[in-house]
């Protein structure tokens, strides 16, 4: 006769890992908390907020619940949520780091639509920056090419043209002697050396006088670069451009046959670090298809700019 099976009890935790546990959930909740009622105090845009849930579902702002995350927007109530998810196809139990593709669009759609309603600001100074090869100049080239109200600003660089490219257009191309002399005489709004090679810079009139006259720009530069125009220009909106994955990143450097293959290593090194860089921007496009990212960019510029950083 076999013996009577006893049921078999799962060990209490000890006290101690409850404890942690308690206070790694309040700490989340607190961590929420901010992000919401940073959006209603429209301290972040709430593009931000998607931006960052998209890049890290599991970070705080990839915890949030879409519902909870759409009623910490200004002038959205229950019943405006509940119409936005239906009219977006989006389910109220999901959360923001888990939206599929479409349905983070939509939602994309859905915020800057009511963003550009709340008041458009005109007059202002946005920064396309990314690693290299993310495709920074094939996204505002197509920028200019299909969205004539946008003025890209042209930067000036001492280094040699590629081809295709034409000077006045994709850049002004000069000489040190001349870029010295831009410097001396503070035309350039910024200026760096890149990779250890060429310098290049901002002419800073274009850009001043399009501003005072209420028009906005597009600056496509390097992250030393933007860094320094936000230094000099608090209020300039910051958008950093990002490969699908590092392997594409990889394989549009090689692929596009410009750089030696010391040069290549070199950019990829650096592009490690550029894109560790990436929180320091106001939002992030993903560069998986040129048309698409150039319509997120130019859909990022027409929506109010938030609150310069203290």
Same mark, same amino acid.
């Given at each position: 006769?076999?013996?009577?099976?006893?049921?078999?009890?799962?060990?209490?935790?000890?006290?101690?890992?409850?404890?942690?546990?308690?206070?790694?959930?309040?700490?989340?909740?607190?961590?929420?908390?901010?992000?919401?009622?940073?959006?209603?105090?429209?301290?972040?845009?709430?593009?931000?907020?998607?931006?960052?849930?998209?890049?890290?579902?599991?970070?705080?702002?990839?915890?949030?619940?879409?519902?909870?995350?759409?009623?910490?927007?200004?002038?959205?109530?229950?019943?405006?949520?509940?119409?936005?998810?239906?009219?977006?196809?989006?389910?109220?139990?999901?959360?923001?780091?888990?939206?599929?593709?479409?349905?983070?669009?939509?939602?994309?759609?859905?915020? %800057? =639509? &009511?963003?550009?309603?709340? /008041? #458009?600001?005109?007059?202002?100074?946005?920064? *396309?920056? $990314?690693?290299?090869? @993310?495709?920074?100049?094939?996204?505002?080239?197509?920028?200019?090419?299909?969205?004539?109200?946008?003025?890209?600003?042209?930067?000036?660089?001492?280094?040699?043209?590629?081809?295709?490219?034409?000077?006045?257009?994709?850049?002004?191309?000069?000489?040190?002697?001349?870029?010295?002399?831009?410097?001396?005489?503070?035309?350039?709004?910024?200026?760096?050396?890149?990779?250890?090679?060429?310098?290049?810079?901002?002419?800073?009139?274009? %850009? =001043? &006088?399009?501003?005072?006259? /209420? #028009?906005?720009?597009?600056?496509?530069?390097? *992250?030393? $670069?933007?860094?320094? @125009?936000?230094?000099?220009?608090?209020?300039?909106?910051?958008?950093?451009?990002?490969?699908?994955?590092?392997?594409?990143?990889?394989?549009?450097?090689?692929?596009?046959?410009?750089?030696?293959?010391?040069?290549?290593?070199?950019?990829?090194?650096?592009?490690?670090?550029?894109?560790?860089?990436?929180?320091?921007?106001?939002?992030?496009?993903?560069?998986?298809?040129?048309?698409?990212?150039?319509?997120?960019?130019?859909?990022?510029?027409?929506? &109010?700019?938030?609150?310069?950083?203290?």
């Amino acid at each position: 006769m076999s013996e009577p099976r006893t049921a078999s009890l799962r060990p209490a935790p000890p006290e101690v890992d409850r404890r942690a546990a308690s206070q790694a959930a309040v700490a989340a909740r607190r961590a929420r908390a901010a992000v919401k009622a940073a959006i209603a105090a429209h301290e972040v845009s709430p593009l931000t907020v998607l931006d960052k849930a998209t890049a890290e579902p599991e970070g705080v702002e990839g915890r949030l619940r879409v519902t909870e995350f759409l009623l910490s927007v200004p002038a959205i109530g229950t019943t405006k949520m509940k119409d936005a998810l239906e009219r977006l196809a989006i389910s109220p139990a999901k959360r923001l780091g888990g939206l599929g593709r479409h349905q983070r669009l939509r939602l994309r759609e859905f915020l %800057i =639509e &009511r963003e550009s309603r709340s /008041g #458009r600001q005109k007059n202002q100074l946005v920064v *396309l920056a $990314g690693p290299t090869a @993310v495709g920074k100049g094939t996204v505002s080239t197509y920028i200019r090419e299909n969205y004539p109200d946008v003025l890209l600003s042209v930067s000036a660089t001492t280094r040699a043209p590629r081809p295709g490219e034409v000077d006045g257009v994709n850049y002004y191309f000069v000489d040190d002697a001349e870029f010295d002399r831009m410097i001396a005489d503070g035309e350039l709004l910024e200026w760096a050396t890149v990779h250890n090679a060429s310098r290049y810079g901002t002419p800073r009139t274009p %850009i =001043e &006088r399009a501003l005072e006259a /209420g #028009r906005s720009v597009l600056l496509e530069i390097d *992250l030393q $670069g933007a860094r320094s @125009v936000r230094a000099a220009m608090p209020e300039a909106r910051l958008i950093f451009l990002l490969p699908p994955t590092w392997e594409e990143l990889v394989r549009r450097l090689i692929g596009r046959g410009t750089e030696s293959a010391a040069e290549q290593q070199r950019r990829l090194e650096t592009a490690k670090i550029e894109l560790a860089a990436q929180d320091e921007f106001d939002h992030r496009v993903v560069n998986t298809d040129v048309a698409e990212a150039a319509r997120e960019v130019v859909d990022l510029m027409k929506i &109010r700019t938030a609150p310069s950083r203290p």
